[in-house]
Nanobody, 126 residues
Framework: QVQLVESGGGLVQAGGSLRLSCAAS????????MGWFRQAPGKEREFVAA???????YYADSVKGRFTISRDNAKNTMYLQMNSLKFEDTAVYYC????????????????????WGQGTQVTVSS
């Protein structure tokens, strides 16, 4: 059973920073695209950022210039560095893995990802 485990969430003041991590249980995920999504109370889960197996990245407009997605395939881990956090960034953040391997297409919709972590809460105080 493939597992994705997020960590790094917490409470931070507006303007602050956090770094989220997502550890995959299988080394084979080095060849899968991965993404970060978030879900605020009463809202649908939304795309935040994606990274291909080779390192190409794509961001939602709402986080572009503030968030950076990266991965360390040797550690089977993906990261989301979040800077200049805003109150509206408050949400549960989920990491996800695309089942397609060696794909250059960066997926931005929930339905394209088969594997999900349990989520980590990020709360930004204003």
């Amino acid at each position: 059973q493939v597992q994705l485990v997020e960590s790094g969430g917490g409470l931070v003041q507006a303007g602050g920073s956090l770094r989220l991590s997502c550890a995959a249980s299988e080394r084979t995920f080095s060849y899968n695209g991965m993404g970060w999504f978030r879900q605020a109370p009463g809202k649908e889960r939304e795309f935040v950022a994606a990274i291909s197996w080779s390192g190409y990245t794509y961001y939602a407009d709402s986080v572009k210039g503030r968030f950076t997605i990266s991965r360390d395939n040797a550690k089977n881990t993906m990261y989301l560095q979040m800077n200049s956090l805003k109150f509206e960034d408050t949400a549960v953040y989920y990491c996800a893995a695309d089942p397609r391997r060696r794909s250059t297409v960066l997926q931005t919709t929930v339905s394209e990802y088969d594997y999900w972590g349990q989520g980590t809460q990020v709360t930004v105080s204003s």
